[in-house]
């Protein structure tokens, strides 16, 4: 390695060098819209994963498109030096819908802003995985005696379903001695957060057929069955939706309470509820007390309805009847809730209500909790430092990233969080972007933890790392 | 007038023989897409009222199209002599639009299958449209002493809300002595059904908006108000899907309860809740009680909800927490429910429960009941049995018209309603149909009623009738 302070040096004139590229590659990623959600989409997850591999391929890096029963994964590395300590950095390149009337610009198209980059995908989760492979190439290049590997997912936004395929078929390539996730988000510009927990999640898709096509609403109307009022009548009696309050029975036994040191850790972390309020555009929200608003969005479970479909949806009122009617929900979980525990008490609470109500569950993803003190801790809180001048505060993350599960049980190793996004990013919204300062500001981090990494893994004990 | 013997030969030739021409029109009118509701069709209500205006012409009869702030209304006439009674027949020719999926042929074009006829609006309401003005054009060639106006809406499905307009610019012209609607449903087709009475609409839009953007459901759910849940807990607080039941306070207060001979009356009708349910394909309706059936559809008020919108709907679950959701319900009101005061006691509720959410309506019917004995209700008797071999039952019918509140606010003379259509015809439904049984006898029903008509008018004392 070359000396510590020759190689930053040489980051500060590598970092504005390699900006072009970085948005070429963005832009790259961007333009192909790798909705895994839709499958109509197929064909552009194969293209964005053989786009993915083209890319490490380019940055000198090793690439494999390993194949699931689902979508691939693609798996990069630089291989070093076997002796060399091995991280694994985790990222996901699929990316949510963009169907919002919202959009300003057209969602698969990378448009760039003076420092900010808008296009789906931006910053969920393709931009901080570029930035890590630009720091990986520059860690490598400057002989940092690690190995780096790279694990582009392309089913994060459906709950992971064949991430664990993917660790089975690779567990004789996977060397790592710990896991960075990039894909999570800072309380605001001005805070960085490391989280250390996730909730889970399970989906699910409520169908009711009362009829075999939609109905004149006067002709009908009293004698025939309503599915969407079913529906709705059904979701009230889950869920209190102005408090958010889960009323099915027993959902709440297992939900571990925060002790009071990690509620005050909570407090202490920097979160605004105003800030928050503005980055996601909210008029409103369920409390303004910030003691019940950190707990309610990392380590309380949630209900929530994303849609009702089946009914007119166009201009006016169609005065029908509907046949059918879908309501997609999902539950986050938090520790120590069981997924399948849940979706058993779900699926009975539907059945005492209205029996004729099929519940669909298309996967399901159980809470994460890992360590926020240690070494690796401590290396995440000096590589942010170091990369961005703010020492980061320590959360729960309200969102769920399947594979962190599968890579924590299949594994055993420790891993660690070093997201980008900020809460203006807009994840899962119309408008994401991302944005230079946070690229640029990461792969300085990045740098910097591959460097504290090079020099603590036991597994490197015994090796000296050459010296120019 | 001929002897009615010849006359009535003469009906039986000509019927056969103007099929083709009936079909030739009927698809005409259908393949014009007149779906009111959707501002996107403006230039096609226009060319339909075009169409139909020289429909009217090229069967010698005076035509006009009349405009309003709204859509215009098409006002033709034969006008034999003033001398003569006149009946005016009321006729819609905008219809429902047609984006369910379960169409087997394309809405709007006109598709036969030996006696049925598929397409929107074929039933409702431009094939007993046509029906009546070639039954017209036969009873004035053949000079029935009668003069025939038609006043064909394009505006029914929204509501009617310019028919008044139309009904005053035309004040001095519609000198009608009575009013014949076809618009109506028969409650099967071996029992045909005579309505004296319609249930009033009130149809609304409740819209919450709660935030900017959608957002990502792990990052704010649990802090962020859901607008699909608060909907769907506002109607299910407005009334218990399951039974119907409107729970909203002093919705029943004026609800006239059927007497004891009217409910006989619907219970003798023939109204079969298998029939029923058959042809509009419900699995399970809300009462297997053909007793509790009869008054839900036709004397009770209804709550219903059209369609939830504003969440994802698309495929799979997107964990979004929408920024606004939108319902569109309806209630159809019986006599004497007063529109104004139901929306305001609506009103009321929902800023008691949710005064976030916004209630917009864009028109209200009030309900409608007319007489069912007399010697028009006679001669429409006389006339169904002479089209099909059945004696009518008279019913009320769960839908609404709202021209004919209008009609009978603005011109105080009888309405009578003769309507064609079959349950299986499927009003507002998926591969809706008309059929040339039912044209054909309508045909038949339309003439003797215009003959019977012509004898009973009081106007028409004095005046003899030429007889060849």
Not at 76 to 91: E, K, L
Not at 402 to 408: C, I, N, Y
Request: proline share 6%; net charge negative; with cysteine.
């Amino acid at each position: 390695m070359a000396q510590t302070t020759d190689m930053y040096a040489a980051l500060d004139q590598v970092i504005p060098a390699v900006r072009e590229e970085f948005e070429t590659l963005l832009c790259d990623l961007v333009q192909i819209p790798t909705v895994s959600m839709d499958p109509a989409h197929a064909g552009d997850i194969q293209r964005g994963a053989n786009k993915a591999a083209e890319i490490l391929r380019a940055c000198d890096a090793q690439a494999e498109i390993v194949e699931t029963p689902g979508n691939p994964v693609v798996f990069g590395q630089f291989m070093v030096n076997p002796a060399y300590p091995t991280v694994a950095i985790y990222n996901h390149l699929d990316v949510q819908p963009a169907n919002e009337p919202e959009w300003q610009h057209e969602p698969f198209v990378f448009h760039r802003e003076d420092d900010r980059y808008l296009g789906r995908g931006t910053t969920d989760d393709k931009g901080p995985a570029l930035t890590a492979l630009l720091a990986a190439r520059f860690a490598v290049q400057h002989d940092v005696p690690l190995n780096i590997q790279f694990i582009w997912e392309l089913e994060e936004e459906i709950g992971s379903p064949h991430f664990a395929h993917f660790i089975r078929r690779k567990r004789k390539a996977l060397t790592c001695d710990s896991v960075l996730v990039s894909d999570t988000v800072w309380l605001s510009r001005h805070q960085p957060a490391v989280p250390y927990g996730l909730r889970g999640m399970l989906p699910l898709q409520l169908r009711l057929q009362t009829g075999s096509k939609d109905c004149h609403s006067g002709l009908t109307g009293g004698v025939a069955r309503n599915p969407v009022g079913e529906l709705a009548s059904l979701i009230a009696r889950c869920y209190d939706a102005q408090t958010g309050r889960v009323k099915i029975k027993g959902f709440y036994d297992d939900v571990r309470r925060s002790s009071r040191a990690e509620l005050t850790q909570f407090l202490a972390s920097g979160f605004s509820l105003a800030t928050f309020k503005k980055a996601h555009g909210l008029r409103k929200s369920r409390t303004n007390d910030v003691r019940e608003a950190v707990q309610a969005i990392w380590s309380r479970p949630t209900f929530e309805v994303h849609g009702i479909s089946g009914g007119y949806q166009g201009p006016g009122v169609k005065t029908i009847v509907p046949a059918s009617a879908e309501a997609k929900i999902s539950m986050r979980l938090v520790p120590d809730q069981d997924p399948k525990r849940i979706l058993a008490l779900v699926r009975d609470f539907v059945k005492q209500h209205n029996p004729d109500v099929t519940v669909t569950c298309d996967g399901m993803l159980p809470p994460y909790l890992g360590e926020c003190s240690g070494a690796y801790a401590d290396a995440v809180r000096e590589a942010v430092r170091f990369g961005f001048g703010k020492l980061p505060s320590f959360t729960r993350e309200g969102g769920s990233i399947g594979a962190v599960v599968t890579l924590d049980q299949m594994l055993h190793v420790p891993i660690m969080f070093l997201g980008l996004s900020l809460p203006e990013h807009g994840y899962h919204a119309p408008n994401e972007n991302f944005d230079w300062s946070q690229a640029s500001g990461g792969m300085r981090a990045f740098v910097k933890y591959f460097e504290q990494l090079s020099q603590m893994t036991q597994r490197a004990a015994g090796v000296v790392a050459p010296s120019v």
